[in-house]
Structures are given as structure tokens and as C-alpha cells.
Nanobody, 116 residues
């Protein structure tokens, strides 16, 4: 059974950092491309970053380039999203995603709030 569990969100001041985790079960993260999305209140879900099976990463959302980094720990079966120099507009629920046998799976998400 495929499951994704995100953690690591919280309240942080502008300019601060967080490291989000997405721990997978039911498959190996090294075998599948993984993605992080964020969804702000009242807005559509947006793809932030992705990592493929070869470990090649892509920051899709221009607003986060140079600030967010996706990575993977195969031993822990976990994908991370490191958020640096956070801005109030980064406030959102952050979710990870995997496409497994043509079906998309999501975790429950973790809330990131950037506020002074």
C-alpha cells in the first residue's frame, strides 16, 4: 500500500528556513520520480520541485529558484524539501506526490506559515 507522510512544517519568520520530509511506504523512492507541491489558501496547487530516479532535480516554480532544494535519502526512503530565505508568500500547505502505476498519490500535507 502506497503511503506518503509529510512532516517538518511550522511557523517561521521571514528569512528563516525549514526542512520538510516526505516519508514513503509501499515503494522505494529511488525507483520513482517524486515531487513537492504547495497550495496556498484559495489558490491552485502548484508544482514546486521534482526529483527523478537518477537524482536529477528540477525547480519548476520560478519564485523558489535558488531558495528551495529537493533531495532524497534512499536509506530512509524519504524525500526532502529544504526551504531557505522564506517569504510570507511561501505560506502554504506543502504536499509530496508520486505517480505509481499511473495513479497519483498524495500525503496529507504539512503547513508552512511565514510571518513575523
Amino acid at each position: 500500500q502506497v503511503q506518503l507522510v509529510e512532516s517538518g512544517g511550522g511557523l517561521v519568520q521571514p528569512g528563516g528556513s525549514l526542512k520538510l520530509s516526505c516519508t514513503a511506504s509501499g515503494f522505494n523512492v529511488s525507483d520513482k520520480g517524486m515531487s513537492w507541491y504547495h497550495q496556498a489558501a484559495g489558490k491552485e496547487r502548484e508544482l514546486v520541485a521534482a526529483i527523478n530516479t537518477r537524482g536529477i532535480t528540477t525547480n519548476v516554480a520560478g519564485s523558489v529558484k535558488g531558495r528551495f532544494t529537493i533531495s532524497r535519502d534512499n536509506a530512509r526512503n524519504t524525500v526532502y524539501l529544504e526551504l531557505n530565505n522564506l517569504k510570507p508568500e511561501d505560506t502554504a500547505v506543502y504536499l509530496c506526490n508520486v505517480i505509481y502505476f499511473s495513479r497519483g498519490y498524495w500525503g496529507q500535507g504539512t503547513q508552512v506559515t511565514v510571518s513575523s
